[in-house]
Each structure stands twice: as C-alpha cells, then as structure tokens.
C-alpha cells in the first residue's frame, strides 16, 4: 500500500494514550493505524498532538483593526456600538478586505482552519463589508473554511429598511442569519423575525444575546420556544449570554437542560466579556463569564471563540483559540486535566458540532485536514499555551511555524 504522505507517530485528540500512523491519500484521510504498514513520504512527530484543525465559532472579521480609528473612554457596549457605527460610514470593500485578510491570516497562522465571522450589514453600509467578506472566503479557501453570518448590529425592528438589507445578503450568500435582540425594544419581536429568516432561506442561525449581568430576563427563554416551535433544533447558537455568569449553580443547571432539549449552543467570548461587563463598579469587578464547561456537562453544546480583535469592544487579540480556551480556564477555575481538555474541545471538535460541520474529525474519508500541537495532551494544550508546528488543509501543507531553538552558552 502507498499514501501521498504518512505522519507517523501521531496521538490523535480524544484518543492521546495512543501513538497512531495517519496516511493520506488524494486530499482524504485514508489509513488510521498502529504502525501502518505502507510506503509514501513519511514524517515522524514524536509523539504529538494532531487535531483536526482550530475552529472559531464568532468573530467579526470586518470590524477587526480599528483601533487608530475609534475613541472610546468609559469601555461599555453601547460606546463600542456607537463608536463602530461611526468609523462602518468610513468602510469600504477595499479597507474591509484589507483587514479581514490581515486578521482571517493572523488566524490561519495560529491553526485555525474552520471559521464563523458575524458581518454587519444595515440601511447605511449596506452589501459592502458582505461583498468583502465572499472574496475573502473565496481568497483564502486554501487553508480555512470561512462561513458569513450577516446580522443586524445596530437594531432590526427599531431600524426601517434593515430587513431588507438581511434579505439582500442572504440571497447574494451569508451561510448563517444572525441576530442581537438587545437592540431592539421590542427583543421577541427580533428573535421571531430571524427564526422566519432562517426557515425562508433554510440556514443556521446565531444570536448575540443576553448580555449583562441582570438575569430577571432571559431572551434565551425565547429563542429555545421558537427553536421547538419551528424545528430549529441543532441549527442555533447564542453568543456571550454573559447573564447566566449571574446565576445560582441551581438555576444555571435548569437553563443548561432547556438549551440542551432545545438544541440550543452557546458560544462563550471570554475575552470581549472580561473586557466590557462590569464597568459600572469600581473593586471587585464581575467577570461575566458564563461557565460553559458546566454547561458543557448539562448536555449543551459549547464552544468558546475570540469576537473582537483590536477594536473598541476588545483592544486585544492574536486569533489564537488556544490563549482563549487557556484564558477562559484560568477565568472559570479550571484546572483538571479533564477540563482542561474539555476547554480546548470547546475551540476544536465542540466548535465543529455547533456550526454542524460534516467532515471535522481525523477520520478515514474526512478531508484531511490537521494542525500539529507541540505537546501530548489536549490538557497540556491549554495549560502551556501549546503552539502550532504545522497545519495541512486537504493534504497540503498550509502553515510552518519551525519550533524557538535555543542556542547555548558560547
Ligand atoms: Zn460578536
């Protein structure tokens, strides 16, 4: 037998104890053994950690690096909102596509392969950061899958002329529909106006919801009822949802089981949320990160993802996913190795199953696609901020990050 190229010596995530031959051949993942009998061009990796890429579940590509361009003072929501509505009257698909690449690069770099963005759209930038978007998606389909959630940042209802808009993206190609029912007054009236999009054009859906820290309303509470009353199970995500940070363990665990029988995921933003909750007080600060590893237990599907990069809503961001799941540890005190685990799951195969991707997994037939760790373990992933050495999309190599060398005393 002969493959177009062997990793020899692979522990593949979920299965680590073990030390596995992958063989590839035509693009596929076509032989998973021990010790694989075979011939082809082989490399050994010692024993490493081979996962079947990096995944962001929500960013916004096309608000990223605008840090020169935005003044902010107090660090809220609404002045991040407002500052950003003021620089998108400056956008156009030329910068938008300028600093999409420059970002959507930054994460391919450090193994991320598959990717949600949200994207603006409304009355006043109209198509034009979509329009972007598609030929990004289309320029970088070599090393990362890209998929486009249009939403309307700035209000549906309360804005006249948006819908219209949603409707334009979606038939010009957004994958997903998105949503933020806060900016809206009337919040149900939001959800219900994107559930019938998603059911017209027959696509998942992701809202930003529920944030804050006051938890007497729960917009979450309506998105699980539509997602019952129109079969929408599986096919939602909710961002952030930095109210259940606000809740007793007890009613956390009760909401954990309605998202679960709803099919309902959750998508937790640690950085975003640290950066924006809580500034109203002054000492002891809430962190409003919502405890998605418990979640996680009570049957949800999960995922933490980075949001924001270099922008008014968070002035941070390598796209790493591995400094997010380790930043979320440290945030949610975890520190078993089963959790630890369990975080880098939540940007890699939990992230795939919430945006229901088909061919995510180091599996015989599935693409091949992996991105090689510098470490053993999932746990030891996050726990040491392990780097990416290499990334291969359909059997080619994509990314090489050769390893830091130190040189010795003369
Ligand atoms: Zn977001």
New binding site residues.
Partial sequence: MSFDQIFRNARIAGRETELVDIGISKGRFAAIEVKLDADGPSEDLGGRLALSGLCET???LDKSCLLGRCKCEKGTLDEAIAAVAVAKKGFTVEDVHARASRTIEKAILQGTQRMRT?VEVDPRIGLTSLEALLDVKRKYAWAIDLRLCVFPQEGLLDDPGCEEVMVAALEKGADVVGGAPYMDKDSHGQIARIFALAQRFDVDIDF?LDFGLDASHLDLLEVCRQADATGWEGRVAI??VTKLSAVPESRLMELGARLAGAGVALTV?PS?DLFLIGRDVDHNVPRGVTPAHKLMHAGVTTSLST??VLNP?TPFGDCSTIRIANLYANIAQVGSPSGMAACLDMVSASSAKLMNLRDYGIAVGNSADLVVLDCESRAQAVAELAQPMFAVKAGRRTVTRPAPMLHGPA
């Fill in positions: 929500h960013i916004h949200h930003h961002g952030h933003l975003t949001n924001n809503f």
